[in-house]
């Protein structure tokens, strides 16, 4: 069935250090990819997506890029705040009634 | 107001009692769906519904049972709780086909 890997945490870096997680998925298809944030003590929320093949999610500074070839959609940001501290999902939906599937989850914590 | 609201937000019970989560959304969706997160393992899916009248078991619906009440609300229970389901539960809501899922706030159940 499909699945998400994800880099496994804690990640911690120094403000203003370039961020990268790393994740690759197995999916039959072509699935939609996302990046979910969650902040200490909140519900999740959408952060990025890309629905095809090379398309390129962004936002606050995040981006990924969807590449089937390696079948990867690696999270990256150039400048990390203390606020971006949270832990991070990567999770795919594909031809399965609109379900996602999540990786584990990677919890950065940036230190100032 | 949020568009995605869980109570209780927090529950402490005991082995053996029944409780009831409940969510409820105003974006008018009518898929809709509840997960549990657990430390390292990302979330996993529960139960999910398509519509009123459409129930369907998840990956880990072993010990839980849903009611889909109206198209905006839809309830997690458990018959008898043991200390494993100690968890973060999340009710989402979304479109289906490969779209992004949005969540409401978690509820922290603890089963002693």
């Known amino acids: 069935g499909d699945s998400v890997t994800q880099m496994e945490g804690p990640v911690t870096l120094s403000e203003e250090a370039f961020l990268t997680i790393n994740c690759t998925y197995t999916?039959?298809?072509?699935?939609?990819l996302f990046w979910y944030v969650q902040y200490p003590g909140e519900g999740l929320q959408l952060l990025l997506k890309?629905?095809?093949?090379?398309d390129k999610g962004s936002n606050k500074g995040f981006e990924a890029t969807y590449r089937k070839e390696t079948t990867s959609f690696h999270l990256e940001k150039g400048s990390v705040q203390v606020s971006d501290s949270a832990v991070y999902f990567c999770?795919?939906?594909?031809?399965?009634?609109?379900?996602?599937?999540f990786g584990q989850g990677t919890e950065l914590s940036v230190k100032p | 107001d949020a568009d995605v609201t869980q109570t209780p937000r927090n529950r402490i019970t005991k082995t053996g009692k029944r409780i009831m989560l409940e969510c409820s959304q105003t974006?008018?969706?009518?898929?809709m769906y509840w997960y549990r997160q657990d430390p390292g393992l990302g979330l996993r899916l529960i139960y999910y519904?398509?519509?009123?009248?459409?129930?369907n078991k998840g990956e880990i619906s072993d010990g839980y049972s849903v009611s889909r009440q109206a198209q905006a609300k839809f309830s997690l229970s458990l018959e008898s709780a043991i200390p494993n389901q100690t968890a973060l539960y999340f009710c989402?809501?979304?479109?289906?086909?490969?779209?992004?899922?949005?969540f409401g706030p978690g509820t922290r159940l603890t089963v002693l």
């Open positions: 890309a629905t095809k093949a090379d």
């Open positions: 999916a039959t298809g072509y699935p939609s």
């Open positions: 989402a809501t979304g479109t289906g086909g490969r779209n992004e899922q949005f």
């Open positions: 519904s398509f519509d009123v009248k459409d129930i």
């Open positions: 974006k008018g969706h009518d898929r």
């Open positions: 999770a795919l939906s594909g031809w399965q009634g609109g379900k996602l599937i």
